[in-house]
């Protein structure tokens, strides 16, 4: 279908499918990898792992060829642009990089793998359609699918307590959220009687172009419109995990089996950011109410939370949760920015987020993997001598989230600052700069404890004399390989050469605006 | 319209201060499912005053959504009580720093 030259010669409904045909493809290779389950012989192996490979590799190759075309199908419900294709590739990404962590963890484990993998790619897809729904109904069942995958994937390790009730804390406040968001579409509904963003957009235009907003005529909408933005707002916070929302984050992040939680990290992150940044961009600067004050609040608190908790907590999944939180401020201070600058600035952010995260989170894999080691930032001690290159990497990639030149994190820090400053947010800049500089101590402390001789007795809580041998070299998966080699090779990739992302993120951001 | 909403709008508070100040999951969910609920109405009632029909699509989503959310919701408290044998909410106090 992708290669009729003309998009004219389609009828509506053959348009409208060119637009999600990614989702499509990994949709259909999720129920593949399901089907699997009816074949006792064919789930037993690694089926699952190499078929929801391929159907990422398809996708990422039927999003490439779209690429450039500008589709808006489904009566408007769905767009596809380059926005899109940015995100898509970021989502798709992080996707890839889950499925590639969680071989090795799924056979050590032992637990059944073909739902568990049809649901990683039930959650991409949903993370897809959530980037590139234009209406409120799309919206809400995007991120409802999207969450529905991710409290069974948490809850997914069988008996293991601390993974139920993560499962059990991430639902309530999860579900409690999308209520939020839910209601907060009815008062957005009910003041402007449209539930497509376009049509909200046009609408709210035409009534400040009237100057209707502020006078008698127009404050029953105004006071409609902006208690349902704020819902709205809130319900989206709990998906980004900003401050005052945070609560499920640790939590979950801790419970879940570990390559969800670098799913949960990036791709819901990614996707939430996204649909944010459209409706921002669409409806939020009209004249209603200041909304970048309370998205400064959110973000200064995000950040001085998020980098205090991190540097009390002592276990390493919990830590990278709470500077998630932190990284979640600082990307925000993007969309405050605003304009192109800002919001490109705020892609490449979160593309260079996702390498990094990813990258982290599979050496977090590895060590726990290799049970030795468990989760107790602690017993990191001396691993940078036993294994040289995966310290050297997790050093890497600590160093990159906490901006130090050279990587990308710190292109992205730039490009988000600097879009602040230029819309005269000094203050937040200053508060933001002052938090990396408080958060590169917690980052540090944990490459200084890599390289530090392993001077604590090895019986405390572990068993054992082999403690200290360690794992040959040859036992790391090569899924978790491969992706600590992408994840570094991107990371410094795009801290080198940030011109060739920049100029596709501004070209992305540069679609919201294009109705 | 504006009474529809504004009985939704205590619908909806009455759900939320469930959903914080209960300690049993099921009473948790019953209230999960009041505010989803109280949406569908205010739903209703919008798209009956501005005689439109998208409201009343949204809602019928809703309602599979919710009982979608529902299934997993017993889902986890059913594994919940297994490893635990009750279902307070205050016993899910595992996971700290």
């Known amino acids: 279908m992708h290669n009729v030259p003309s998009i004219y010669g389609m009828n509506l409904l053959e348009k409208?499918?060119?637009?999600?045909?990614?989702?499509?493809?990994?949709?259909?290779?999720?129920?593949?990898?399901?089907?699997?389950?009816?074949?006792g012989n064919l789930a037993k192996g690694?089926?699952?792992?190499?078929?929801?490979?391929?159907?990422?590799?398809?996708?990422?190759?039927?999003?490439?060829?779209?690429?450039?075309?500008?589709?808006?199908?489904?009566?408007?419900s769905v767009v596809f642009n380059s926005f899109e294709v940015f995100l898509f590739i970021a989502i798709l990404?992080?996707?890839?990089?889950?499925?590639?962590?969680?071989?090795?963890?799924?056979?050590?484990?032992?637990?059944?793998?073909?739902?568990?993998?049809?649901?990683?790619?039930?959650?991409?897809?949903?993370?897809?359609?959530?980037?590139?729904?234009?209406?409120?109904?799309?919206?809400f069942l995007a991120?409802?699918?999207?969450?529905?995958?991710?409290?069974?994937l948490t809850g997914y390790i069988k008996g293991n307590t601390r993974s139920t009730e993560a499962a059990l804390k991430y639902f309530i406040l999860g579900a409690f959220a999308s209520a939020f968001l839910l209601f907060g579409s009815v008062f957005i509904y009910a003041s402007t009687g449209h539930l497509n963003?376009?049509?909200?957009?046009?609408?709210?235009?035409?009534?400040?172009?009237a100057g209707l907003i502020n006078k008698s005529g127009g404050i029953g909408i105004k006071i409609y419109i902006s208690v349902g933005l704020v819902l709205f707002l809130v319900g989206l916070a709990f998906k980004m995990s900003l401050f005052p929302f945070h609560s499920w984050t640790p939590d979950a992040y801790d419970g879940a089996p570990t390559p969800i939680t670098s799913f949960m990290a990036t791709g819901i992150k990614i996707a939430a950011f996204a649909i944010f940044l459209r409706i921002y961009s669409l409806i939020y600067?009209?004249?209603?109410?200041?909304?970048?004050?309370?998205?400064?609040?959110?973000?200064?608190?995000?950040?001085?939370?998020?980098?205090?908790?991190?540097?009390?907590?002592?276990n390493i999944k919990r830590l990278l949760a709470y500077s998630s939180i932190a990284q979640a401020g600082y990307i925000l201070i993007g969309v405050i920015g605003g304009g192109l600058y800002g919001y490109s600035g705020t892609l490449f952010y979160l593309l260079s987020y996702v390498f990094t995260t990813a990258g982290a989170f599979a050496v977090v894999v590895i060590f726990e993997n290799?049970?030795?080691?468990?989760?107790?930032?602690?017993?990191?001690s001396g691993i940078g001598y036993k294994y040289p290159f995966i310290a050297a990497s997790m050093s890497f990639f600590l160093l990159s989230f906490a901006g130090i030149p050279v990587t990308s994190v710190f292109m992205g820090k730039f490009y988000v600052f600097s879009s602040a400053i230029k819309s005269g947010y000094n203050w937040l800049v200053v508060i933001a700069l002052l938090n990396s500089a408080f958060a590169a101590f917690y980052y540090i402390k944990i490459i200084v404890k890599m390289y530090m001789p392993d001077k604590e007795p090895a019986s405390s809580s572990l068993n054992?004399?082999?403690?200290?041998?360690?794992?040959?070299?040859?036992?790391?998966?090569?899924?978790?390989?491969?992706?600590?080699?992408?994840?570094?090779?991107?990371?410094?990739?795009?801290?080198i050469f940030p011109q060739i992302f920049i100029n596709f993120a501004n070209n992305s951001a540069g679609s919201l605006w294009r109705i | 319209m504006n009474s529809y909403l504004i009985v939704a709008s205590i619908i909806f508070s009455i759900g939320t201060l469930g959903v914080i100040i209960r300690k049993n999951l099921i009473v948790v969910f019953m209230s999960l499912e009041l505010m989803f609920n109280s949406a569908n109405l205010g739903f209703v009632a919008v798209s009956n005053h501005l005689h439109l029909i998208s409201g009343d699509i949204f809602v019928i989503f809703v309602i599979v959504v919710a009982a979608a959310e529902a299934a997993i919701a017993l889902g986890i408290a059913i594994t919940f009580y297994r490893e635990k044998g009750t279902i307070d909410i205050d016993k899910a106090n595992e996971l700290k720093n």
């Open chain 1, 370 to 380: 290799s049970d030795l080691i468990s989760l107790d930032i602690k017993r990191y």
């Open chain 1, 464 to 495: 054992s004399s082999s403690d200290n041998l360690g794992i040959t070299h040859g036992v790391i998966d090569d899924g978790l390989m491969i992706t600590i080699i992408i994840c570094l090779i991107l990371t410094l990739f795009m801290g």
């Open chain 1, 197 to 209: 963003l376009y049509d909200i957009h046009s609408f709210l235009g035409n009534i400040s172009y």
């Open chain 1, 93 to 139: 990404f992080s996707g890839l990089f889950t499925v590639l962590m969680s071989k090795d963890y799924m056979e050590n484990s032992g637990m059944p793998a073909p739902e568990y993998y049809s649901l990683i790619l039930f959650g991409i897809s949903a993370m897809m359609f959530l980037v590139s729904s234009n209406n409120l109904i799309m919206i």
């Open chain 1, 16 to 39: 409208s499918m060119l637009g999600i045909i990614p989702e499509t493809v990994i949709i259909i290779f999720a129920f593949i990898v399901l089907f699997l389950t009816f074949f």
């Open chain 1, 143 to 152: 991120i409802e699918f999207m969450s529905i995958s991710a409290y069974i």
């Open chain 1, 46 to 76: 690694k089926n699952s792992y190499y078929l929801s490979l391929i159907g990422i590799g398809f996708s990422i190759l039927y999003v490439l060829m779209l690429s450039g075309k500008n589709i808006y199908g489904f009566y408007g």
């Open chain 1, 285 to 314: 600067n009209f004249n209603i109410m200041n909304f970048n004050d309370i998205l400064w609040l959110l973000a200064v608190f995000s950040m001085t939370f998020g980098n205090i908790a991190a540097i009390l907590s002592s």
